[in-house]
T-cell receptor, first 112, second 114 residues
Framework: EDKVVQSPLSLVVHEGDTVTLNCSYEVTNFRSLLWYKQEKKAPTFLFMLTSSGIEKKSGRLSSILDKKELFSILNITATQTGDSAIYLCAVAPTSGTYKYIFGTGTRLKVLA | GAVVSQHPSRVICKSGTSVKIECRSLDFQATTMFWYRQFPKKSLMLMATSNEGSKATYEQGVEKDKFLINHASLTLSTLTVTSAHPEDSSFYIC??????????FGPGTRLTVT
């Protein structure tokens, strides 16, 4: 059965700290891995990763994929209170249904 | 970027009534839309995949007669929660798949059944 597991489930840090969120997967016919940030409403897209070893960056956020070890990490440096959210990892298989398999999410809280 | 809207954003209904939620892709055509349910502090749970012009594909454990899905056009899918009960109270989110393969999420609908 396909599954995506995120760790930790929750995390509390102070502003300025650096955090690393983990996402491991066991998915048949992997196509891509995506990271989303969810605050009070629906998830907003952060990154899509398809190739191993290529880091994607957006400001203080970066992410990388390891297709051999089947995991990805999302790094946030110099955290701010506005980074407080649930971070969701999803894997898109190559099957014809196009559906994503979501992980459990990591709830991040950044304290001032 | 691609925009997906949902209506209503929030709805309160009485037990036994039905509620319809609309999901629209505003600036692109989506042959495939997805409906998710999210419980408090939990991840998204896929309920069904909605394909334009054909029947929806439901995930295991999701009652198709309870959650009616219609994908009448390339920009609109609807989810109707029939004979709603308090346990149906949840946050319902749709997403629409673009031709490029990305899924864009709607803002969600918070349903409360009293």
């Amino acid at each position: 059965e396909d599954k995506v597991v995120q760790s930790p489930l929750s995390l509390v840090v102070h502003e300025g700290d650096t955090v690393t969120l983990n996402c491991s997967y066991e998915v048949t016919n992997f196509r891509s891995l995506l990271w989303y940030k969810q605050e009070k409403k629906a998830p907003t897209f952060l990154f899509m990763l398809t190739s191993s070893g290529i880091e994607k960056k957006s400001g203080r956020l970066s992410s990388i994929l390891d297709k051999k070890e089947l995991f990805s990490i999302l790094n946030i440096t110099a955290t701010q209170t506005g980074d407080s959210a649930i971070y969701l990892c999803a894997v898109a298989p190559t099957s014809g249904t196009y559906k994503y398999i979501f992980g459990t999410g990591t709830r991040l809280k950044v304290l001032a | 970027g691609a925009v997906v809207s949902q209506h209503p954003s929030r709805v309160i209904c009485k037990s036994g009534t039905s509620v319809k939620i609309e999901c629209r892709s505003l600036d692109f055509q989506a042959t495939t839309m997805f409906w998710y349910r999210q419980f408090p502090k939990k991840s998204l749970m896929l309920m069904a995949t909605s394909n334009e012009g054909s029947k929806a594909t439901y995930e295991q454990g999701v009652e198709k007669d309870k959650f009616l899905i219609n994908h009448a056009s390339l920009t609109l899918s609807t989810l109707t929660v029939t004979s709603a009960h308090p346990e149906d109270s949840s946050f319902y989110i749709c997403s629409a798949r673009s031709q490029g393969g990305e899924q864009y999420f709607g803002p969600g609908t918070r349903l409360t059944v009293t």
